[in-house]
């Protein structure tokens, strides 16, 4: 949760809730019945303003160090962050985040580590330092303060508080604040720069994109600059074309790049029929009577000594644009290449691939190499369907398709120039539709919240326990995605699912572990168990171009999710825990024993607000109950209940 708030609306806030602790209205800490204690670290941030830019919206993160010589990590002494030690910002102003804490209160002892403080009656308490976590946005001057957060418990009155003062200062406060400032100017420098183009065999140049790249730049310690500048340009056939090299960015960094000078040449990037200039220009930095200053370019050649260490040396006379040419040599045919690699993004070798002719035939093969890569040479011109034939052992084969236009040695998709795809393959996985484990559980008030959402970590880490592949307790399972650190609960389910190919993350990255899982989602997951075909339902608001279109389609169709009256499926809404329950209970083709359950009723897992009235009601007693049983014509028998 993010609040903005005025120093005025703090203070009011904080006084309101020292009131309310005082008079008991608002307890610091709830006992929960299963030995977690709840409370909440509050953060808040100030984003101040120095220089004429606004600050950019940032996600800054913070970080927990251990006061002990022995460090380790809040779950070692049985402190859970329940939500990501983060702050989202956008532009100047206070934020706040207020962080749910749990804290199992049998790891609190002298023996994990809590220390202990003698009195009547005797407490124990833990010590974080809390910092704002550098990490090395342009423009920003990070807090350098730190806030001491202990935590402190007294079994005698199963009371916990949080109690934060600046290190080294016992005052305390109700929250841990920070100021980080944003002073961020901006330098440019532009280059100019001619692609020459020539036709070196008796096919047409097509479009081409080319690259140049900054090296051996005077400032050796300077080594991350690739963002700092961008030189491309698009060539269609021969001839010249005129380009620029546009550094931009940070003051500080850009006047880091130039200010001794750097080398300029193209970059290589190995398209195919093509040569690739050798020319290498050398930038350097002149100044004039003010003190102004402007960028010269010089030809450079290069030299080998007797060592083979190579050096440049400058022509005398400077230039006012750099040149680059290349010769385009193809006799024949188009090149398409694409990439094949698993769920993880590691190249996979053995994937069989073919281009097929709108009439359906095969017209030339190709498999992927070690490195993951798939080419066909000498492509006539025509229309083709770029597909995955097999896949290599132990993976499932891509679903992915895709229609290409070759006029030539250009390639088209969709009207657009083709640029080299990526095919994913998931390994092969199995649901476990034997064994009828509970996969759903209530809430520790006795209810199961039929209509309360499931996030996607939570709907993730049940799916890791419904599959024949078993994950193992001692072993980590790594992540690809930003937002998911080791440190995450479900972290490990996650990573064990994402080498399945089961769950995928955003564009940018992320996985939004703790964002609610919708039903288009949900729709997606469960059918990638699963070869998919084409459904024959379809819905009011699914469109054939929605990403989850054929997810929703073959789903439906095969009986495990509905839409509503109306002819919707409204694939945005969160699901809820009944409709998870149902549509699971139709994957794993599991179904309650009505009479065994009403026979047994004492004996089984039952909820307050789940009754037999509810449509969902056998689907939960189903998923809540683990059980032996006997497959019948028109269900299955339960024989016993599991412990």
């Known amino acids: 949760m993010k609040t903005q708030t005025t120093r005025a609306g703090r203070f009011i806030l904080s006084l309101l809730l020292s009131l309310m602790m005082v008079l008991g209205i608002f307890p610091a800490a709830a006992l929960a019945a299963d030995d977690l204690i709840s409370t909440q670290l509050v953060i808040e941030l100030t984003v101040e303003q120095d220089g004429a830019k606004t600050p950019p919206a940032e996600t800054f993160a913070f970080e927990l160090e251990d006061s002990a010589q022995e460090v380790h990590d809040p779950e070692f002494y049985g402190i859970t962050l329940k939500d990501s030690l983060s702050i989202p910002t956008k532009g100047t102003g206070t934020f706040q985040k207020m962080i749910p804490v749990q804290i199992d209160r049998t790891m609190i002892s002298s023996n994990n580590g809590w220390n202990t403080i003698s009195g009547t009656p005797v407490s124990y308490d833990k010590t974080f330092y809390l910092t704002v976590k550098d990490d090395g946005k342009p423009g920003w001057t990070y807090a350098s303060n730190a806030w001491a957060v202990t935590f402190n418990y007294t079994p005698a009155t199963e009371q916990l508080n949080i109690q934060l003062h600046s290190r080294g200062n016992d005052g305390r406060q109700d929250y841990a604040s920070y100021t980080n400032i944003y002073s961020y100017s901006e330098s440019r420098y532009e280059l100019p ?60 960094m850009v006047e880091a790049l130039v200010c001794e000078g750097f080398y300029v040449r193209e970059k290589n990037t190995g398209a195919a029929d093509w040569t690739y200039s050798d020319a290498v220009w050398h930038v350097v930095p002149d100044y004039d009577f003010f003190g102004g200053r402007k960028l010269v370019i010089y ?104 229609e290409l236009t070759v006029n030539g040695s250009h390639v088209t998709t969709g009207g657009k120039t083709y640029t080299p795809i990526t095919f994913v393959n998931r390994k092969a996985v199995t649901l476990n539709r034997d064994d009828h484990f509970t996969f759903l559980v209530g809430y520790s008030d006795g209810t199961f919240g039929p209509e309360l959402n499931m996030t996607r970590a939570e709907v993730t880490t049940m799916f890791s326990r419904l599959i024949t592949e078993q994950i193992e307790a001692d072993k980590t399972y790594a992540n690809t995605f930003s937002d998911v650190p080791p440190s995450h609960w479900a972290a490990n389910h996650i990573g064990f699912m994402q080498q399945f190919g089961i769950i995928t993350g955003y564009s940018d990255g992320s996985f939004r572990p703790d964002a609610p899982v919708t039903r288009a989602e949900f729709s997606a997951i469960a059918t990638r168990f699963e070869k998919l075909t084409e459904g024959t339902k379809s819905f009011t608001d699914v469109p054939p171009t929605h990403w989850a279109a054929k997810y929703i389609n073959f789903a439906a169709t095969r009986g495990w999710v509905n839409g509503y009256s109306d002819g919707t499926f409204r694939l945005e809404n969160p699901i809820v825990r009944a409709e998870v329950a149902a549509v699971t209970c139709r994957l794993l083709e599991r179904t309650a024993d009505q009479s065994y359950i009403r026979s047994h009723l004492a004996q089984l897992r039952t909820f307050r607000d789940m009754t037999e009235s509810h449509w969902a009601y056998w689907y939960v007693m189903e998923a809540a109950n683990g059980h032996d049983y006997t497959k019948t014509a028109n269900g299955e028998t339960w024989n016993r209940i599991h412990p």
């Not at 700092?228 to 003051?251: E, F, H, M, Q, R």
């Not at 440049?312 to 230039?319: A, I, Q, S």
């Open 299 to 402: 030809p450079a050649e290069r030299s080998h000594t007797e060592n083979n260490h190579e050096f440049y040396t400058d022509g005398r006379t400077p230039v006012s644009r750099m040149t680059f040419e290349n010769t385009y040599t193809s006799t024949s045919g188009a090149v398409i290449t694409a990439k094949k690699t698993d769920a993880l993004g590691t190249p996979l070798a053995d994937a069989a691939f073919v281009l097929k002719n709108s009439r359906g035939d095969t017209m030339y093969k190709a498999v992927s190499n070690t490195r993951g890569e798939i080419r066909f040479d000498n492509v006539a011109s025509g229309s083709y369907t770029l597909l995955e034939e097999s896949a290599p052992s132990g993976y499932v084969k891509s679903d992915q398709s895709y």
């Open 193 to 252: 720069f001619t692609k020459t183009v020539k036709q070196g065999g008796s096919a047409a140049p097509g479009r081409q994109a080319f690259a140049l790249e900054i090296f051996n730049v005077g400032v050796s310690s300077l080594t991350d600059y690739d963002d700092l500048y961008t030189a491309t340009v698009t060539t269609n056939g021969a001839g010249d074309y005129k380009g620029t090299l546009t550094i931009s960015g940070p003051t500080d």
